[in-house]
Antibody, heavy 119, light 106 residues
């Protein structure tokens, strides 16, 4: 069974840092592109970042470029999102998601991890 | 930046057909996906590459994409289909989501 289990969220002050993790199981993690998507409370889905299967290619939404870093450890079957210089508007539930194929959508999602940026 | 526009809400009676639209410039030239999200749950992929259903998704869900509009159609809508629905496409290498549509079954 495919599982994506996120961890690392919580409360952080503006300007602070946090690292999210997404532990994958039930599939060959190193074969898939992975993404982060976030959802502010009561709002819609917003794409954050993606990384290719071997970690050599990364892409970011303009809103997080220069502040967030996506990475992966295929030996540990884990995806990461390092978030620096956090702002109140980064408050959201963060989901990791597996890309089914290049243009085939996200077929598995984690349970979501709440990040709250507040003083 | 590329934008996808969805109606904020759609209402349908049980057993009837619901249609949810997603509009974007030349969207028909791109692949569109649809997700269903129920309160407190993670999104679920229900349509990919415009018209394809992942395994386990009921046949009453179908999709189309042409011109500037992608459409999600739910035939014989059931109470369990009440949820938020999001369209998604790619603008080059950037992933774009629509704002979401709340489907009410009443």
């Amino acid at each position: 069974e495919v599982q994506l289990v996120e961890s690392g969220g919580g409360l952080v002050q503006p300007g602070g840092s946090l690292r999210l993790s997404c532990a994958a199981s039930g599939f060959t993690f190193s074969n898939y592109w992975m993404h982060w998507v976030r959802q502010a409370p009561g709002k819609g889905l917003v794409w954050v970042s993606r990384i290719n299967s071997d970690g050599s290619v990364t892409t970011y939404a303009d809103s997080v470029k220069g502040r967030f870093t996506i990475s992966r450890d295929n030996a540990k079957n884990t995806l990461y999102l390092q978030m620096n210089s956090l702002r109140a508007e980064d408050t959201a539930v963060y989901y990791c998601a597996r890309a089914r194929d290049v243009y085939s959508g996200f077929d598995y999602w984690g349970q979501g991890n709440l990040v709250t940026v507040s003083s | 930046s590329y934008e996808l526009t969805q109606p904020p809400s759609v209402s349908v009676s049980p057993g009837q057909t619901a249609s949810i639209t997603c509009s974007g410039d030349k969207l028909g030239d791109k692949y569109a996906c649809w997700y269903q999200q129920k309160p407190g749950q993670s999104p679920v992929l229900i349509i990919y590459q415009d018209t394809k259903r992942p395994s386990g998704i009921p046949e009453r869900f179908s999709g189309s994409n042409s011109g500037n509009t992608a459409t999600l159609t739910i035939s014989g809508t059931q109470a369990m289909d009440e949820a938020d629905y999001y369209c998604q496409a790619w603008d080059g290498i950037i992933v774009v989501f629509g704002g979401g549509t709340k489907l009410t079954v009443l």
